[in-house]
């Protein structure tokens, strides 16, 4: 587990954690402690001008779909920080200021080219290779499609591709 950055981030993009995310941090044993510590979104209150213009109420959006019918306010910085912790206690830590500056498909795996703190680069064999940036996805050469659907496939596939070594 690599990182660029010095440190984790400090301001959120991301608002909301979704449905499907916590059902599968339940499989892992998160969600629990995520729940705990989050806030259902149930409602978008809109204002217009200091004025209060309207209120979307959403209720159990997933009801009888989930058992977590909602999309639960949990600030992206804090979900990294989070990730961080259970790593560490799986005893895994994110080696920071490494970047990947390259990869190859050796056809069993994956070769990385990583920079380290120091400016000196290594190579790192791999079963696969995962991430989500859009970086990453340059190096492995895959542009994005037009539509939304296929780009929400893209973007969940083609990143993880690499068969395990043997
Ligand atoms: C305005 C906005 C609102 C959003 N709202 C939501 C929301 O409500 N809910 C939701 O689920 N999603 C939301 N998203 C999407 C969400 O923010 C992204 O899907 C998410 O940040 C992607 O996570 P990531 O870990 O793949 O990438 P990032 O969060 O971008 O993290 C990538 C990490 O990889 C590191 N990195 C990059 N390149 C390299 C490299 N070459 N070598 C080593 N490390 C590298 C970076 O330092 C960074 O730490 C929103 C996005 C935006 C822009």
Known sequence: MIDKTTDPGT??????VQ???LEQYDQLGLAGTMVADGLPMTAVNLWAAGRKAARAPFGDLGADL?????????????HERFLIAHLHAAGVD???????VGFDDTGRGVRATLRGPDGSEQTCDAAYIAAATVR???YAK???PASPAERTRMCFTLPMSRRPAR
Do not use: G, K, M
Request: glycine content about 0%; charged content about 25%; some cysteine.
């Open 11 to 16: 301001t959120s993009r991301a608002v909301v």
């Open 19 to 21: 449905a499907r995310i």
């Open 66 to 78: 989930s058992p977590f019918p909602y999309a639960l306010i949990y600030p992206q910085d804090e």
């Open 94 to 100: 994110v080696e920071r200021r490494t970047e990947l």
């Open 136 to 138: 990453i996805r340059a």
């Open 142 to 144: 895959c542009s994005l």
